[in-house]
């Protein structure tokens, strides 16, 4: 794609409109020359505290952030051979989990004003009676992973394959010791799909997955991890992947799977809620229509104020090629929503939108590439919306 063509593409993206909105100009953190749409991916948008925004994002070499300044978006810097999977800052520490390549997962703690982790872990390691986890399960690969905490402790879950677990932790002392590992659900089926979610709601842990068979199990511990109750709720719809946001009145879920509408049974992006701790679940409510096999586990759910914002890739002909990246927004507690219209004017495919909320404003970042079937660049884009 030649320079004409970008400046046009930018140009028509120029303060476009969408409902009720604007979106900024469309600004190029990165772009590689001939490099495939899977090979650059946003991981996390970030604003500091000193409001200085920055993106991170990977590749098949390693981990990177660029920073935005005055003349715009800084050289990338590497942060490592890693993938970010989740992170969490509280009492003035930031706690960042990555996934090591070529396997595990390892747990950063760092002060939020220095740069340089003061404690670095790979985990598993240990379970609660000082047994190595690796040598109980040689095989073991922490493939998904989550953070949560509250005013005494930080809790961690993990997820594993080969064999596939549910596994949970704690610090009490900002990340300096743990626990030791203790499983939620041990030796599941492999057509599990277990992707954790974590959090605490009223003084009680709360561990989420889903199943292929249209479950969804919740853990749940009112003693800080030593024992867990479990609940099992046959949903009416397959959840293929979720993401969730908890509150002390409810549990908001946003999953990728089949559901009934209008009679009929539709593959999408729906919400749902329940206010009952997970027992019962509202009726779905479309956000996005799409196909089997698109890029579930790679779609974005986040709350803002007064507003709930989701991000997903429609895929084009071919199931491994990104049509359009969506990023949709309800302003009335997920009862109906509104295309933001993230990407029209931008040309070629765009996917794989990663999303910040700082108050009413909404930063994505995602991938541009060339039109299906030819070859061209593949840039990391941001743009933001103002109401």
């Keep these: 794609m030649g320079f004409a063509s970008v400046l046009m593409g930018v ?12 979106w900024s100009a469309p600004e190029v953190v ?25 993106v991170l994002w990977a590749q098949h070499n390693g981990s990177f952030t660029s920073v935005r300044g005055r003349d715009g978006w800084s050289t990338p810097a590497l942060v490592g051979p890693m993938a970010l999977v989740d992170s969490l800052v509280t009492n003035g520490r930031e706690y960042v989990l990555k996934r090591e390549v070529p396997g595990g997962m390892r747990l950063e703690v760092k002060k939020s004003e220095n740069p340089e982790p003061e404690i670095s872990v790979v985990i598993p390691e240990k379970d609660r009676e000082g047994a190595d986890l690796r040598k109980r399960y040689p095989e073991v690969f922490p493939a998904f992973g989550a953070l949560a905490s509250d005013e005494a402790n930080v809790y961690l879950v993990l997820g594993t394959t080969r064999p596939v677990h549910v596994i949970f932790n704690r610090s009490s002392d900002g990340g300096e010791t743990w626990r030791g590992f203790s499983f939620i659900a041990e030796n599941l089926s492999p057509e599990e799909a277990v992707a954790p979610a974590l959090f605490v709601e009223h003084r009680k842990i709360h561990v989420l997955y889903a199943t292929r068979d249209g479950h969804i199990r919740q853990a749940v511990s009112a003693d800080e991890g030593k024992s867990w109750s479990n609940v099992m709720t046959q949903l009416d719809f397959e959840c293929w992947g979720f993401k969730v946001i908890a509150s002390e009145r409810l549990i908001r879920l946003c999953f990728f799977g089949l559901a009934d509408r209008d009679a009929r049974k539709l593959v999408g992006y729906w919400y749902c809620e329940s206010a009952d701790g997970g027992k019962s679940w509202s009726e779905p409510v479309l956000i996005g229509k799409t196909r089997r096999g698109d890029l579930q586990v790679l779609f974005e759910f986040v709350a803002g104020e007064s507003m709930l914002v989701a991000g ?26 509104k295309d933001l219209k993230l990407a029209e004017g931008i040309e070629g495919g765009t996917g794989l939108p990663k999303v910040s909320v700082d108050g009413t404003k909404i930063g994505v970042a995602f991938v541009q590439v060339a039109e299906e079937g030819r070859s061209g660049e593949t840039k990391l884009l941001f743009r933001e919306y103002a109401p």
């Design 30 to 54: 990165h772009q590689e020359a001939q490099g495939r749409w899977t090979e650059v991916y946003p991981m996390k948008v970030r604003r500091g505290s000193s409001r200085e925004l920055s």
């Design 11 to 22: 140009v028509a993206c120029l303060g476009q409109e969408s409902p009720s909105g604007r």
């Design 312 to 337: 997903y890739t429609v895929r084009g002909r071919s199931e491994s090629y990104p049509k359009e990246a969506k990023v949709v927004i309800s302003r009335d507690g997920g009862k109906t929503w």
